[in-house]
């Protein structure tokens, strides 16, 4: 499954057998709605992971100091979204068998749902956190089920009413935001309401999912779809560091499109947003 020959995201050298989590690159964007280029986010962030250092000042922990491998990208199949959704399904299975904590990069933030199904076979009263600018509660796109617009709403498919907390969310249909008063608990603009969700959430398994533009386009405008008025990398910093305190068993970043910042600025934060939910997930003593 794994590819040996890969370029590693910085720091992270571990052996599968001896990780405690895996990352994996879901280079997947067929259902993206309007600017597409996220399946190139975990390639790109590998290559300017090595402007990074390992070691965080934020958290005084330091990447070398964890057991962590890198898988590399899945090979995802153009125009097939169930059959992609699948292979991430298989994989995130694999890692969750040899207990460890998968972290996947996406992609469309429909990637979430293959590593999700996987998740909710083994936990079936698993919880969701979920930062995003957008409420991704639509039933369907354009007549599509599978859409980075309905991927929030495909999961409470699965595990129904008030197990899905949202947070930074600013975009959406009336619709979405009426069905999210009735089914999920649904926090707008920030991280308010965090500290109520996470003591919600103790004692359950909780899937936590990143779509990175829940950052504000000022901080990252490398994304397919920018939302004026997010958070700044200080606010999602803090907000990781507060959910890593619940039983995180699976998580995952999304929505990079590195083309859209020339700069690579998004690219760089994108990767220090890595290294901190790696470290904050890390639960072993500092050295």
Known sequence: MWNKNIQTFIGLEASFDEA????????MDSTTSYRPGTRFASSSMRQE??????????????LEDIKVFDGGDLELPFGNPRKALDIIKVTTKTIIKANKLPCMIGGEHLV????????????????????????????EYLGEKLSHASVIRRIYDLIGDNKIYQ???????????????????????N????????????????????????LDPSV????????????????????????????????????????????????????????????????????
Not at 171 to 188: P, Q, V
């Open 49 to 62: 992971s090595f402007g990074l250092e390992t070691y965080s000042p934020y958290q005084d922990k330091d």
């Open 191 to 214: 991280f308010t309401g965090l500290s109520k969700a996470i003591e919600a959430c103790r004692g359950y398994p909780v899937y936590f999912t990143i779509d990175l533009d829940v």
């Open 20 to 27: 405690e989590c895996v990352i994996f690159g879901a280079p």
């Open 112 to 139: 979430t749902l293959g590593a999700f199904e996987a998740v909710f076979e083994k936990y079936p009263e698993i919880r969701v956190i979920h930062f995003d600018a957008h409420t991704d509660l639509r039933d």
């Open 167 to 189: 947070f930074g969310i600013r975009s959406g249909e009336r619709e979405e935001f009426c069905f999210a008063r009735e089914h999920t608990n649904l926090n707008k603009f």
């Open 220 to 287: 990252f405008p490398g994304t397919g779809t920018p939302e004026a008025g997010g958070v700044t990398f200080m606010e999602l910093l803090e907000a990781m560091i507060v959910v890593s305190e619940l039983n995180v068993v699976a998580m995952d970043i999304n929505e990079l499109s590195p083309v859209y910042d020339q700069s690579g600025g998004s690219t760089a934060v994108a990767c220090k947003v890595l290294r901190e939910l790696l470290l904050a997930m890390n639960k072993g003593e500092n050295k």
